[in-house]
């Protein structure tokens, strides 16, 4: 079993100076990786992955429409009582596609309850001859500007699983736009992806290639993710891996093309994480440095389940290997 990742971020901030040494270059890494964290930390974006796992409608069935008619126009809801969604007979949704409402996550990510709504996902079948394709729109409460909107479309002539999504993801300030492409790898354990993110106002671009493959409550993932921003760049380069509860790292991050710090691990319990050592200097990093290393870290799994959260409900009409 083996996971391996390659990452590829190019990002630039602007306004920020001269690169003044190590803090200054964590600085600009921080603030470039705190733009994607924002965003899908926003309460409506977050919403939106309590479908990563359990879409609101029924899978759809080959040959028949993704939505089928009889639930055109119709509104889901979810109950605290049965955990689960339903159609009710509340009013406003589209008459060509279903209204999911969207409800605030409790920390441990289920839906709270009582249930408050913060917002709306309108989906739609947008098939085509030769396509399968369903787009979803997630607004505040009652409608109003878009702050999510994508495509998911797949080729009937190509293998299950080979599809590609396009839009955008917005927090109400900060725009991403995102592109994904995902397939199957040579067996049912492995996926491989391209995801590519886009913030123009602040000029970051980021792209992931991701080639999975998953054992038994186990992975391994090899990988090198790169950035650059005015005031340097960065890299993080290495293998984790994960087996039951445990977790490992052999990573090393660089700065300006120089080693900065050894990131290091073997059968750390769930909930704990790495070792951050520096290798020269300085000796001792600063509480600062500490947390954008491990949000550099952390990057590759966020951006993941960031755009699989997003996509989760459409993803389940038209699968996507992420």
């Not at 249930?115 to 979803?136: E, N």
């Not at 790169?226 to 380069?237: D, M, R, Y």
């Not at 090393?252 to 691990?265: D, H, Q």
């Amino acid at each position: 079993m083996r996971l391996i990742t390659w990452i590829a971020l190019v990002l630039a901030a602007a306004g920020c100076g001269e690169s003044t040494g190590p803090l200054s270059d964590l600085s600009g890494l921080g603030s470039s990786l705190a733009v994607v964290n924002t965003v899908f930390a926003s309460p409506l974006v977050r919403s939106l992955g309590i479908s990563r796992f359990a879409g609101p409608l029924p899978a759809p069935i080959a040959g028949a429409p993704l939505i089928p008619d009889s639930l055109l126009g119709k509104t889901f809801t979810f109950s605290c009582a049965s955990q689960r969604y339903a159609v009710s007979g509340d009013s406003g949704a589209p008459a060509t596609g279903v209204l999911v409402v969207l409800y605030q996550r409790a920390p441990d990510g289920s839906i709270a309850c009582p249930a408050a709504a913060i917002g709306q996902l309108d989906l739609f079948d947008v098939s085509a001859p030769g396509t399968m394709a369903v787009r979803g729109v997630a607004t505040g409460p009652g409608g109003g500007t878009a702050l999510v909107d994508y495509t998911i479309s797949h080729n009937v002539t190509d293998a299950e699983w080979v599809a590609s999504a396009a839009g955008f993801m917005s927090d109400g300030q900060q725009r991403l736009d995102f592109h994904v492409t995902g397939e199957p790898g040579s067996n049912v354990n492995t996926t491989i992806a391209t995801l590519q993110i886009d913030d123009t106002a602040a000029n970051l671009h980021a792209v992931l290639h991701h080639a999975a493959e998953m054992g038994v409550d186990t992975y391994g993932d090899d990988l090198d993710l790169s950035v650059q921003h005015v005031s340097g760049s960065a890299e993080l380069k290495g293998s984790v891996g994960w087996f039951n509860t445990f977790r490992s790292w052999d990573e090393i991050v660089s700065l300006n093309g120089v080693p900065f710090a050894k990131v290091g691990g073997s059968v750390v319990p769930q909930g704990e994480g790495p070792t951050i050592t520096p290798i020269g200097a300085p000796l001792f990093l600063t509480g600062d440095q500490r947390q954008v290393l491990l949000d550099f870290v952390g990057a590759p799994d966020s951006i993941r389940a960031g755009l699989a959260g997003v996509l989760g409900a459409g993803a389940h009409l038209v699968r996507i290997a992420l």
